[in-house]
């Protein structure tokens, strides 16, 4: 049985910097696109960045120049690499696996999702 693991989040100062793995176990990744999400308190979850099985990243407008996702196929491992965090980038962040090779954006294209991990960012 595939299960995605976060790592942990915890509490980082604004403008501070965090990297969130999620590490894969029991089936390789290598051959889905992969997302990341987030849920704050109150609102509804909301897409941060996908990559697909051949690299190819795409970004919600919001994170843009801020956040970057990446893969490594060796370690069956996905990473979101924050940078100048808000205060507004508090959340649940999730990591998900694709049904499809590619980008997509929407959660219906998730089909397999980590547990979360909780991240504060402190004004």
């Known amino acids: 049985q595939v299960q995605l693991v976060e790592s942990w989040g915890g509490l980082v100062q604004a403008w501070g910097s965090l990297r969130l793995s999620c590490a894969a176990s029991?089936?390789?990744?290598?051959?889905?696109?992969m997302g990341w999400f987030r849920q704050a308190p109150g609102k509804e979850r909301e897409f941060i960045a996908s990559i697909s099985s051949s690299s190819t990243t795409r970004y919600a407008d919001y994170v843009k120049g801020r956040f970057t996702i990446s893969r490594d196929n060796a370690k069956n491992t996905v990473y979101l690499q924050m940078n100048s965090l808000k205060p507004e980038d508090t959340a649940v962040y999730y990591c998900?696996?694709?049904?499809?090779?590619?980008?997509?954006?929407?959660?219906?294209?998730?089909?397999?999702w980590g547990q979360g991990t909780q991240v504060t960012v402190s004004s």
């Open positions: 029991g089936r390789t990744i290598s051959s889905n696109g």
């Open positions: 998900a696996r694709s049904y499809y090779i590619g980008t997509d954006s929407s959660d219906k294209s998730y089909g397999l």
